[in-house]
């Protein structure tokens, strides 16, 4: 194609064309009727080139992730309700309270702008269940073959409440090991649908907020260490990254882990252990053995923790291993992937 | 190709390969040998979910912009400077002190790494320019041809000073429109160079960091009411957006706009009009009368301001419009594209 754009002769009110992302009237247009009536804020109307807010005097925690998850849409889910789950789950993490999000589109030229809309309605419902405000955004569009119809980044800040300072570097021997609910249901999921099979059961992403259980996790244990979410890499990864930070080992029981029979299946089906396949959903934290109890109590209060659990300990025996006492008893190195199952899982 | 990787028989130490985005092994050592060693921080360093840093209770902007911009390299910038400047420039014509940057990274699968590394040491060179720190990141992998080597996302954030609070809405009848250089010297350059044309004399972009030139006009100006970096669009854009938000007028003249002779000439010979070409390091400052030869005095002390000068003012005779007294003595409309030019400009 020539670098100079012609009169494009397809309709520019259904699909995606160049000029949507050329900073003139048809990104006006898409900013007037997508973007502003699903985001609508103070800071958005504004129409300036960054989105401001009040903050009180603190620490602030920023967080980003690109989602290029496919296919966009799933059972239990879609691109767009991923791109705000999953930067307001790293903040929360990070014992934050989400509050304001950017976002930042990069659109395949073809895309149809029904699709988009789905995609940032879904974006919206979402926002509002997390209590954060998408302030500011953009968008560019790619020829066709340069993308792959969609491509989200959200960047995210979230105040730290006074006090608290959660780190990977904080976990200690003897911090029990809770985990939030059953593995691997978003990486099965997707798999699944990549694949076009029906694996039965109620078979769906595990895709939601953690804010809610993150803030009464740290409410039942004043001296909680550390959180971590588990998406690409699975358990796995997020257990041998914080044993790596701390230099502790971290000892877990297959027992105690739930994974759902039908995810159970699939693993087999395809070769794939539960303890690496991706969540959406689902978190891990670090709290010393006397306030546990009152963690997993709390966290079972809240519906995304309803299966909470602990499922081992932090030790000094192993500096910088995560081994598993296996369901016959044996015990195993869990090492980290040199690379993923299943790409663009998110 | 299956959805189950497999090892891949490409050397992944030279090429991105799908594992790179895993976040297993691989990510992890991309993590230590190209993006730690670029941008090391105390943020980064912790290894977390997210970057922490510690603010004063008041305003804070946030910004984004996802960078898609063909070729990656070009005379005088490259995506990763572009990336930087581009963002620390949208938080400082809002009147904030540009702090702390996230990077998402979106790569195709093949990418060099070398390639990569370059863009990355670009990106740190940047950001220690502007006494920002990228404290947070993310990395994802597409397949072949589901990208176009590689897709920059930034946010930023930005302090505001207490009392400054500039928007498009503020602009009043009577403000001075100033001009801080010359139109049109990225978007040609890119053009030049997709075009493989040697335009003669030193025709190179613009791309630089505004946020000295923001903080002299702002110093000079007390009762400055918005300014706004001209991208996408060109000048045209970014004057018709402040029309239409604040309701007013915009009467600029002609001969007070500069453009390089080597600009001006390829603009005759590509049918383009500078007005509508991008730039990435100019803007245009709203000052009322009495304030407007101080701020060009101060923006011409600064190096990206030498060429600071007023070419025109705000009017409430033609609301929503912006019109232009050309150089032979007419008046026209300056209206805004319907799309680009230049499409992956920036």
């Known amino acids: 194609m020539s670098v100079l754009s012609c009169p494009l002769p397809i309709p520019t009110d259904e699909f995606v064309v160049l ?6 009237r048809l990104s006006a247009r898409m900013m007037e009727e997508t973007f502003l009536p699903a985001f609508r804020n103070t800071a958005l109307e504004r129409g300036d080139d960054q989105g401001v807010f009040e903050a009180p005097a603190g620490r602030i925690a920023m967080s980003t992730d690109s989602y290029v998850v496919k296919p966009l ?5 879609n691109i767009g309700e991923l791109a705000v789950y999953g930067t307001v789950n790293d ?14 589109f990069i659109l395949e030229e073809g895309l149809s702008l029904d699709t988009l809309r789905q995609i940032v309605d879904s974006m919206s419902h979402a926002a509002r269940r997390c209590g ?31 006090g608290i300072n959660y780190s990977a570097a904080n976990v200690r021997p003897g911090d029990k090991i809770i985990l939030s609910g059953s593995l691997g249901d978003h ?10 099979m029906e694996l039965g059961g109620d078979l769906h992403s595990d895709s939601a907020p953690l804010h809610l259980l993150c803030a009464a996790a740290m ?7 550390a959180m971590r979410d588990l998406t690409r890499g699975g358990l796995s990864s997020a257990l041998n990254e914080i044993a790596q930070k701390s230099g502790n080992g971290m000892e877990i029981d297959q027992r105690a882990i739930p994974v759902s029979e039908v995810v159970r299946g699939a693993c087999e089906l395809f070769g794939l252990d539960p303890l690496y396949v991706a969540n959406e959903g689902k978190m891990i934290a670090f709290v010393p053995a006397a306030e ?4 997993v109590a709390a966290m079972r209060n809240i519906e995304t923790g309803s299966e909470a659990r602990i499922i081992g300990e ?6 910088r291993m995560v081994t598993m006492r296996t369901s016959l008893g044996t015990e195993r190195i869990v090492d980290m992937l040199a690379q993923d199952q299943l790409p663009r899982i998110c």
């Open 73 to 77: 849409f799933f059972p239990g889910g």
């Open 187 to 196: 990486g099965i999921t997707i798999l699944a649908q990549r694949e076009g």
């Open 19 to 24: 000029g949507h992302g050329s900073g003139g």
């Open 292 to 295: 546990a109890a009152a963690s």
């Open 91 to 104: 903040l929360a993490v990070g014992g934050a309270t989400p509050k304001y999000l950017s976002a930042g």
């Open 314 to 319: 932090v030790t000094e025996k192993h500096p």
């Open 219 to 225: 409410a039942a244990a004043p001296t909680l260490h």
């Open 132 to 162: 954060v405000e998408i302030i500011t955004g953009d968008t560019k569009v790619v020829e066709k073959g340069s993308g792959d119809q969609i491509y989200i980044n959200t960047a995210g800040v979230g105040f730290i409440p006074s």
